[in-house]
């Protein structure tokens, strides 16, 4: 029932930003009992976590690789939940998935492993070129 639908990716300079959204709907009643994270993956490698923010949007939990430049947010109003990328690098370049907590009203966040969340956005490609 729970859809999510990734945008905003594409090709993009080394230095430059983007920001993703990610469309919450099927159930749009329930998005702010979910945790919501944003997860990458290149080809031939493992799926890695990049951010989540709790259902509440007082907490968020970032990789140590993105720190300082990422950061994830959340508009309950419109069921969405955003992640501006800033100062990208080509390390960067990956397919990004936003993910729903697999549990409503979790308290704190889940850890930062794919089997923590339920619901998955099909991915949207992040290019960064230098």
């Known amino acids: 029932q729970v859809q999510l639908v990734e945008s905003g990716g594409g090709l993009v300079q080394a230095g430059g930003s983007l920001r993703l959204s990610c469309a919450f709907s099927?159930?749009?009643?329930?998005?702010?009992?979910?945790?919501m994270g944003w997860f990458r993956q290149d080809p031939g490698k493992e799926r890695e976590f990049v951010a989540v923010i709790d259902w509440s949007g007082g907490t968020t939990v970032y990789a140590d690789s993105v720190k300082g430049r990422f950061t994830i947010s959340r508009d309950n109003a419109v069921t969405t939940v955003y992640l501006q990328m800033n100062s990208l690098k080509p390390e960067d370049t990956a397919n990004y998935f936003c993910?729903?907590?697999?549990?409503?009203?979790?308290?704190?966040?889940?850890?930062?492993?794919?089997?923590?969340?339920?619901?998955w956005g099909q991915g949207i490609q992040v290019i960064v070129y230098s």
């Open positions: 099927g159930r749009t009643f329930t998005f702010n009992s979910y945790n």
């Open positions: 993910a729903a907590d697999r549990i409503q009203y979790r308290l704190g966040v889940p850890s930062g492993v794919p089997s923590e969340f339920g619901s």
